[in-house]
């Protein structure tokens, strides 16, 4: 559930969303003041993978704008993110 709207401003501490999992539901929190751009993901049900941006956040009002018409770009189902990784070591 959003606490907060596209163009809303908020401050460090303010819930902006309630996160909800299997096991908890949890407010998701303003690390630093700003003002919300773009609502990512929409409300309601939908399962979210982790790591996923749910939101894009800017310092000043002005620059929302930019992100209006952003159209984010979706990864295929079951698609995971590829992370580097240093080679596995070798046991002699």
């Known amino acids: 559930k959003w606490n907060v709207a ?8 303010d819930s902006l969303a309630v996160i ?3 096991k908890a539901s949890m407010d998701f929190e303003a690390q630093d003041d700003g ?3 773009r609502l990512l ?7 979210v993978n982790c790591g ?5 956040t800017v310092e000043e009002e002005d ?3 930019a992100f209006a018409n952003l159209v984010p770009k979706r990864r295929a189902a079951g698609r995971r993110r590829r992370r ?4 596995p ?3 002699r």
């Not at 596209?6 to 501490?13: A, I, N, R």
């Not at 929409?42 to 399962?47: H, L, P, Y």
């Not at 580097?84 to 080679?87: C, E, K, Y």
């Open 52 to 56: 996923t941006p749910i939101m894009i």
């Open 89 to 91: 070591r070798r046991w």
């Open 63 to 65: 620059d929302a704008g």
């Open 84 to 87: 580097s990784r240093p080679p």
């Open 41 to 47: 993901v929409g409300e309601g049900g939908a399962e």
């Open 35 to 37: 003002v919300v751009a």
């Open 20 to 22: 909800e999992t299997d």
């Open 6 to 13: 596209e163009g809303d401003s908020f401050s460090t501490g």
